[in-house]
């Protein structure tokens, strides 16, 4: 069975940091392609960022770039994102998600159905 348990959401103030770490189970983690989502009340599900299986490609939405920063260790079964400077715009719940598909890429890391698994998601809440 197939698990993705994510953890590190929290209320924290604009401009503050978090990380937040999704960890992986039932599954071989490094054939994986990684994605991280964001649902805020009332909005879409929306890319956020993603990683390729080796960690040696990523891939961000334009208004987080240079702000997150996504990672994984495969040793670990374990996807990161750091998050800083963080906005009241992005207050939502944070899921991560496993792609298998072939051809990581710019558009294909960021549809929705390319990914195979989901977490159940953490709230991250960013308010003063």
């Known amino acids: 069975q197939v698990q993705l348990v994510e953890s590190g959401g929290d209320l924290v103030q604009p401009g503050a940091s978090l990380i937040l770490s999704c960890t992986a189970s039932?599954?071989?983690?490094?054939?994986?392609?990684m994605g991280w989502f964001r649902e805020a009340p009332g909005k879409e599900r929306e890319f956020v960022a993603a990683?390729?299986?080796?960690?040696?490609?990523?891939y961000y939405l334009d208004n987080v770039k240079g702000r997150f920063t996504i990672s994984r260790d495969n040793a670990k079964s374990t996807v990161f994102l750091q998050m800083n400077s963080l906005e009241p715009e992005d207050t939502a719940d944070y899921y991560c998600?496993?792609?298998?598909?072939?051809?990581?890429?710019?558009?294909?890391?960021?549809?929705?159905?390319?990914?195979?698994?989901w977490g159940q998601g953490t709230q991250v809440t960013v308010s003063s």
């Open positions: 990683i390729n299986r080796s960690g040696g490609l990523t």
């Open positions: 998600s496993a792609s298998s598909r072939r051809n990581f890429s710019y558009h294909s890391s960021r549809y929705v159905p390319n990914y195979d698994y």
């Open positions: 039932g599954l071989t983690f490094s054939a994986y392609d």
